[in-house]
């Protein structure tokens, strides 16, 4: 198994903060934490089909997410192995979604039980309405993109859009 980490080095040179793992090869899983020159195994077991999933799927809900407040209780949690369990996330079984896009549709769908977002998430959710149709835009803006005023200008019409709310993705989502 080859692991490509060339985009972790500036993670990893930034702090001494503690680094949680999830390293799974299709039948066996890896539940391990990482802070500086130490690292602690949590958890290894290996399980065939479907109940492989569901168990790696609970374990780390029980090792990485505070059962009193329901939310992450890690800063970074890497996910790393072989090209089954990736292969297994991009079938459209409907059962798991990553990424922005995809995990508002769910939401918007109330398709979701629990959804893990980091907490310091630079992305803005800007409720936007056309000044000429009165037709309501939704946007979702990184900090730098928030200062490219392009991003509130109807380019069809040429006219302005105004803002009708402003508010952390992480707060729309949580």
């Known amino acids: 198994m080859r692991f490509h980490t060339k985009a972790l080095n500036e993670c990893l040179e930034l702090d001494d903060d503690e ?11 890896l539940f391990s ?5 130490s690292r602690e195994v949590l958890h290894i077991f290996c399980e065939n089909g479907y109940n492989y999933v569901r168990k790696t799927d609970e374990l780390a809900t029980i090792f990485f997410i505070d059962p009193a407040l329901g939310q992450p ?4 949690l890497i996910l790393a192995g072989s090209g089954k369990y990736f ?6 079984t409907g059962k798991c979604v990553f990424g922005m896009n995809d995990t508002l ?7 979701t039980e629990i959804v893990i977002v980091w907490e310091d ?8 309405k056309k000044n000429i149709t009165g037709e309501v835009v939704i946007k979702y803006l990184s900090k730098k993109q928030e200062v490219d ?6 380019l069809a019409s040429s006219a302005d859009m105004y803002v009708q709310e402003k508010m952390l993705l ?3 989502v949580c």
């Open 87 to 92: 292969e297994k996330m991009r079938e459209d």
């Open 105 to 111: 549709k769910a939401l918007e769908m109330g398709a």
């Open 73 to 76: 209780n890690v800063s970074r």
């Open 33 to 37: 934490m990482l802070c500086v020159n």
């Open 170 to 172: 992480v707060g729309v």
């Open 19 to 29: 680094f949680s793992f999830i390293m799974m090869d299709g039948n066996k899983t």
């Open 149 to 154: 005023m392009s991003n509130f200008h109807n």
């Open 121 to 128: 998430l630079d992305i803005t959710r800007y409720v936007l």
